[in-house]
């Protein structure tokens, strides 16, 4: 297991985020399967929001989401390189298809979601959570061209030439 001073169970992120530390807390999630450029971009603008806390898919979650070849890192390393974000300040790993009992738990001030994404289209039962804890919904900007699947499907055709 790689050392973690970033990694927190949700019972000690929520610990800590009840201690109300000064400034927005904001909270960001998903799978970070090959953390790339367009993951940077996004995490920077969420961070520019507060203090920035990433709720990270665990491998079985990113297996159900993304199929059996995926995650290309194992849930410890990218957290581990998701820590090594200076603008990081916490990473929690979840296991349940969607962030609804995270969203209860920590309460955030801002929950930030790239904008390939509307209000309509977030899931349901994460809208009702951030409506329940009165949480803002904030959309980062997408850097074009960036997407683990597209940098997949890139380094499949290179090695396939």
């Known amino acids: 297991m790689l050392p973690n001073?970033?990694?927190?169970?949700?019972?000690?992120?929520?610990a800590i985020r009840k201690q109300g530390r000064k400034g927005a807390f904001v909270l960001t999630n998903g799978c970070f399967d090959m953390l790339h450029v367009g993951h940077?971009?996004?995490l920077q603008q969420a961070a520019s929001w507060g203090s920035l806390w990433v709720a990270l898919n665990s491998d079985a979650s990113v297996r159900s989401l993304k199929g059996p070849t995926r995650p290309i890192f194992t849930e410890q390393e990218r957290a581990y390189m998701l820590a090594a974000l200076s603008y990081v300040s916490g990473i929690i790993i979840f296991d349940t298809p969607r962030l609804d009992h995270?969203?209860?738990?920590?309460?955030?001030?801002?929950y930030a979601k790239s904008s390939d994404y509307t209000l309509e289209t977030l899931a349901p039962e994460e809208r009702v959570a951030l409506e329940n804890v009165h949480a803002e919904i904030r959309f980062t900007s997408i850097l074009p061209g960036f997407s683990t699947t597209q940098?997949?499907?890139k380094i499949t055709a290179t090695h396939s030439a």
């Open 5 to 14: 001073p970033k990694l927190y169970s949700l019972e000690a992120a929520s």
């Open 40 to 42: 940077i971009y996004a």
């Open 102 to 110: 995270e969203i209860r738990e920590l309460r955030p001030d801002i």
């Open 151 to 153: 940098l997949i499907e």
